[in-house]
């Protein structure tokens, strides 16, 4: 049942789709007059207000009535009803909607009044039989088509409804529903999301110790300005001592006839190989003073 029906008229409606479609399941919200249900293409709540109201322009030629839905809404009921509260023609029949769409029609045949004590129970129970064919009148009256007795439907005389239930039964449902009066169904609760706290700010004593790549020491603390000097005075020696070593190299290869004999014959291929060589070698001389003068205190233990 929608939420937002309340208790009161929630029992009444699940006794209007008990009497009517024969239970008050989920089931019942897809049954067509008849029982003819198994024979649409698709269910009841899973079609939109227009393609409903839309079907049911066939039903009273196949299956001698348009009633539709767990409250047996009649085709021009439910475009009555489309109007009046500017449904969308998307929106889907489901059990939600017919519950919202049923309380609407009690409140037409005076739930409002009746539950204010402005209207008689009496009163009531015929204009519910109005409503709903399988519901009989409480009293003698003037039914749709003749007089009719306390217990017959309202539609005597149709040849197609009857009363399916007792006027006592009816009695007692309304006397019942009164009782809640205005009671709403409990509604189902939020939970509560927890106060955030905020943890105290760690003093410098409790801050963690940097962890390196093998659980050691971080990686990357500053060098110290004695060791950063360090580093590049030997970097520098090293790439003078690189580049000598290339100059010597090239001396070595041109005295001993390594060198290819074009190259030899021209003072400016002579240079040019000369300054690769150097170039090459003092580089790899810098690199390699500088990593030979780096803080030892970084590397892993068992390196």
Known sequence: MDRSVPLAAARILDFI???????????????IYGFNQDKLPEPVTRMTVDELIGAQSSFTKLYGSSASGGYQFMRATLTDLKRELGLRGSQLMDPDLQDRLAFHLLKRRGYE???????????FGKRLAMEWASFPVLADTKGAH????????????????????????????????????????????????????????????????????????AMTPDLTPIESTNKANKGGAGSLAGSGLGGAIVYLWSTTGSFPTEWSGDPQAMVAVTLIVMSVTGAIGSWWAAYKARDYRLSPKDA
Not at 24 to 30: E, L, Q, R, V
Not at 115 to 123: D, F, N, P, Q, V
Not at 192 to 213: L, N, S, Y
């Open 146 to 217: 003749r007089q009719v007795t306390r217990g017959s439907t309202y539609y005597s005389g149709d040849k197609l409804n009857k009363a399916l239930v007792e006027p006592e039964e009816i009695e007692s449902l309304l006397r019942g529903a009164k009782e809640l009066g205005d009671a709403m169904p409990a509604q189902v609760p939020v939970p509560t999301p927890r106060p955030e706290t905020k943890e105290p700010a760690m003093t410098a004593e409790q801050q963690p110790a940097p962890i390196g790549h093998n659980g050691g020491p």
């Open 17 to 31: 789709r008990q009497t009517e479609v024969g239970t008050d399941g989920p089931s019942g919200y897809n049954v």
């Open 113 to 123: 009044q009746f539950m204010a004590g402005t209207i008689s129970l009496t009163e």
